[in-house]
């Protein structure tokens, strides 16, 4: 329930803007895809939808403020947008304060913190990788050095036809 109320809210929140709403809603799909087929409990599978939703909610206002989306001033312009969002959906102040994490992190690759951080990483770049044309080369670095969960590489190899599944993984089996 408070899933499809963020996402009503978020469609009118990025005000008929094409490219926001189509890609909030493909990475929202593709986390909500990912921690299913990873068998995450509810309270982190919301945690994961809620944050999908609202991962990009800076990008108007840095648009506004320095002319561009830049991964570095979304992390930190999102915390009080987060808050403020999800206050509004009643949603508890310890699921607003994890999500507002995951969001602030959402560019960062490094120091991932915990399952619900990961999926989003990985849902994001899948969607980031067709939306900016990425290289073979790239998709393959990022299944080596980013992708952790089966299912997040079986969909970036289905998606973007990278070479080989073998390298193991620290999420899943």
Known sequence: MIVDMAIERMLDFYKGNFHDISHFLNVYTLAKTIGVQEKLDENAQQ????????HDISCPLC?????????????L???????????ELSV??????RVSWIVAHHHTYTDVNGIE?????EADYLVNA????????????????????????????????????????????
Not at 63 to 75: I, L, V, W
Request: hydrophobic share 30%; with cysteine.
């Open 47 to 54: 945690i994961l939808e809620l944050a999908a939703i609202v």
């Open 63 to 75: 648009r506004e403020k320095y002319g561009d989306t830049n991964g570095k001033k979304q992390e």
């Open 77 to 87: 312009e999102s915390p009080p947008l987060v808050k403020a969002f999800l206050e």
């Open 92 to 97: 508890s102040a310890k699921i607003i304060q």
């Open 117 to 121: 951080h990961q999926i989003l990483l």
């Open 130 to 173: 067709g939306e900016n044309q990425y290289s073979e080369k790239s998709v393959e670095n990022a299944k080596n050095q980013i992708f952790k969960t089966n299912t997040g590489k079986r969909l970036l190899c289905s998606m973007y036809h990278c070479l080989s599944l073998s390298e193991s993984n620290s999420y899943g089996e």
